[in-house]
């Protein structure tokens, strides 16, 4: 992202290079962050012109996708005000990192799905913070059809011009 730091990659470049992993720049906000097949990335474009030039909000209306896309599978996804982000337990399940250019939206966010794929966090410090990171699959103790969450995810996104146009900004701020 825009703000990482380059002391947030904790492996070096050889190390990666023998992962197969390369890093890329991005215009998105946010620091290091770790993309792999063990997740379901989405970058939504919206025009905010037509919902609400509130990026505050935007960014909120992303976290409660996520919160009740958990909640279909009895988990309770957590904001915390100093970080963007959906957590359960403690742990990050998805990160999101942004970018808005004339009020449309570009990037997005990253839910980690498969068990298999947390060890390349490691590599990093994800989000700039020393945290630990969770999937969908660690917390039911199960295998994830990735077909069935981004059906649901579909289902969640149809719902975020409803959840933006109930709130304001002071309602959503956690």
């Known amino acids: ?5 380059v002391e947030n990659i904790k492996a070096t470049p050889e190390e ?18 770790y993309h792999g097949p063990g997740q379901i990335t989405v970058y939504p474009i919206f025009n905010l012109s037509y919902i609400k030039k509130d990026i505050n909000l935007f960014l909120r209306s992303l976290e409660q996708v996520i919160i009740d896309l958990l909640a279909e599978f009895g988990l ?9 982000g959906v957590w359960v337990r403690g742990k990050k399940i998805c990160s999101i990192g942004i970018g ?4 449309i939206t570009f990037h997005g966010l990253s839910l980690n799905l498969a068990s298999d794929d947390l060890f ?4 990093i410090r994800p989000c700039g913070m020393d945290i630990q990171m969770t999937s969908l ?5 199960q295998k994830i059809d990735s077909g069935r969450i981004k059906q ?10 409803n959840y933006i146009n109930s709130q304001t900004t002071q309602e959503v701020a956690v």
């Open 120 to 123: 390349n966090f490691n590599l």
């Open 100 to 103: 808005i250019r004339h009020w």
């Open 76 to 84: 309770r996804g957590t904001r915390y005000s100093q970080a963007t």
């Open 1 to 5: 992202g825009r703000r990482a730091r």
């Open 137 to 141: 699959e660690t917390l039911l103790n």
């Open 152 to 161: 649901l995810m579909v289902a969640k996104f149809r719902g975020i011009n």
């Open 16 to 33: 990666l290079a023998q992962k197969n992993i390369s890093v890329c720049q991005a215009d998105r906000g946010g620091d290091v962050t």
